[in-house]
């Protein structure tokens, strides 16, 4: 049997996610001449909060005063790998259920419509829910609280905007169509919000 370093798996974990977010970045890109955008300012909070936070988070990850308990940091870490992986899989279902009206940036497609069925048919944001588990797990997976706490915080900011700003979009470009997807789903949590 191979032993393998547990920070091997945490930097090929957190590698993985993070080389499939920059080809994601790349490839899923609106492009003006099949959409229309919105949503700048939230690009810039969202890709702020996003980069500063886990580099804060990681930064701080040594501070001694917010170290988790010993005896549960093991869990926090490989629970945190474990969520990692399950909201990256998540986000990925979202992006190939919705397929080409996926973009990373606020933008409505001239023919776009609903997407209510997969995940879309339990929660609307699916995608964001996923990155928030990845996130969460990120913080875990650092064994500090504080860094938890970074980690919560930070991305709910960048993408709570973003979520506000893509629902304002949404309901003017697709109108009671969208607003009668929300009246029946939730944003990110299947029943709670």
Not at 19 to 27: H, P
Not at 144 to 171: C, D, H, Q, T, Y
Request: charged share 15%; aromatic share 10%; hydrophobic share 55%.
């Amino acid at each position: 049997m191979i032993d393998m370093n547990p920070m091997i798996i945490f930097f090929g974990v957190v590698g993985a996610w993070l080389v499939s977010e920059c080809v994601i970045l790349t490839v899923k890109r609106s492009k003006p001449a099949e959409a229309t955008r919105a949503g700048a300012k939230s690009d810039l909070i969202m890709t702020l909060s996003l980069a500063i936070s886990p580099f804060l988070a990681g930064l701080l990850s040594g501070v001694p005063a917010t170290k988790m308990p010993a005896s549960i940091r093991p869990y926090a870490f490989w629970g945190g790998l474990a969520l990692i992986a399950i909201g990256f899989t998540i986000r990925l279902i979202a992006i190939f259920t919705l397929r080409r009206y996926f973009t990373v940036d606020v933008a409505i497609a001239k023919d776009h419509r609903v997407i209510d069925h997969g995940v879309y048919g339990v929660i609307r944001h699916p995608s964001y829910a996923g990155s928030i588990l990845s996130f969460l797990g990120l913080g875990l997976a650092f064994m500090n609280w504080l860094s938890l706490a970074i980690m919560i915080v930070g991305p709910a900011i960048g993408i709570g905007w973003r979520i506000i700003e893509e629902e304002r979009a949404l309901i003017g470009a697709l109108g009671d169509d969208y607003r009668s997807y929300a009246a029946r789903t939730k944003r990110l949590i299947p029943g709670v919000f």
